[in-house]
């Protein structure tokens, strides 16, 4: 049986899919990037009248993607120190993974699970990181 989850404290999904989906005792987070709940606006991403970006900051997109998923998680019934296994999606590589990969360790002090780190040309929205996680549920 699989339970779908959203929460409010989450930025609204950019399509036609929950932010979670429990299964078991583990839960399965869609992608989830660094908009602010009810917001369109993206912490630290300036844009021109076409959309397109024309500076971006990614310490206050890290920060707010890693905010959005404590809280996916927190609703859920799961916690930070519950995720088992991290992708992150990086537009940008060379310049943001020395970056990322710094404020990672901030929030990773406890706990460490497995990670893959890919980088894309593009996500749905104009964002440089989003991040697909399992955890597990307290029981």
């Known amino acids: 049986m699989t339970d779908s989850v959203n929460s409010d404290k989450a930025p609204e999904p950019v399509g036609p899919y929950p932010h979670a989906r429990k299964v078991g005792n583990l839960l399965f987070l869609s992608g989830v990037g660094p908009r602010k709940p009810g917001m369109k606006t993206i912490p630290g991403v300036e844009l021109d009248k076409s959309g397109n970006i024309l500076s971006y900051n990614i310490v206050d997109q890290c920060r707010s993607v890693f905010e959005n998923v404590r809280n996916i998680l927190e609703d859920a019934g799961s916690h930070w120190d519950n995720l088992v296994d991290v992708t992150v999606f990086l537009t940008n590589m060379k310049n943001d993974f020395p970056v990322y990969n710094q404020i990672y360790a901030e929030y990773f002090k406890n706990n460490q699970p497995c ?25």
Do not use: D, M
């Not at 040309?121 to 955890?135: F, G, H, S, V, Y």
């Open 115 to 139: 990670r893959t780190t890919v980088e894309v040309t593009a996500l749905p929205t104009p964002i440089a990181i989003e991040l697909k996680c399992i955890a597990t549920i307290r029981k």
